[in-house]
């Protein structure tokens, strides 16, 4: 049995073990791995991964606070190989042009920064996403302050017509790999 993570009770669901077993090797294999080996486990797919459900699984909170820490040694390590080969200033133009992408299209009017899902479906709450696409804007304009855990837990209420979400979660995608970029 192991116990890589707390389990969840018997009666409710939580990550399949195997899964994250399988999931965490992988990723242990790519991390150990040289730089000029094609590794299949990165910063984005990492927070892109997603697990089954099983009942009585991992604790889906342990293993995202892992997969958490888990993005952040493997964005780190990018980053120091990339500067390796391209330089600093390659590196961070890269980041500043991901920025400039991302200002451009929360620039764009409230209400209409993101394609909208039809009328009978439900999209993400346009009001809550354009709430926190001016808090994204005071980020990188200004400076505010804003932590990567704040991008990577923010959440929205549902809505009719809202905001289609892929696209919003590509651009919360884009922002927190601008975020590990320039850490």
């Known amino acids: ?9 018997k009666s409710r669901r ?9 999931f965490l090797e992988e990723a242990r294999r790519a991390y150990s791995a040289e730089p000029n080996e094609p590794a299949v486990v990165n910063a984005t797919n990492i927070r892109q991964m997603a697990f089954s459900l099983q009942k009585g699984g991992y604790s889906p909170s ?8 888990l993005e952040d040694a493997f964005a780190s390590r990018e ?41 009978l ?39 009719k017509g809202g905001y289609r979400e892929a696209q919003v979660d590509l651009v919360l995608d884009s922002v927190i790999t601008v975020m590990l970029a320039v850490r």
């Open 121 to 159: 479906s439900k999209g993400y709450h346009r009001v809550d996403v354009d709430a926190f696409a001016s808090r994204l804007t005071n980020y990188f304009q200004d400076g505010r302050p804003m932590s990567i855990d704040e991008v990577r837990t923010v959440s929205f209420r549902p809505q």
């Open 79 to 119: 980053r120091e190989r990339a500067i390796a080969e391209r330089g600093d200033e390659a590196w961070y133009t890269e980041a500043r042009s991901i920025a400039r992408e991302i200002l451009d299209r929360l620039a764009r009017p409230a209400a209409h920064r993101f394609d909208r899902v039809g009328l």
């Open 62 to 69: 342990h293993v995202d606070a892992a997969l958490e820490r």
């Open 14 to 22: 939580g990550y399949s073990v195997d899964q994250v077993e399988d």
């Open 1 to 9: 049995m192991s116990t890589t993570f707390p389990r969840i009770r």
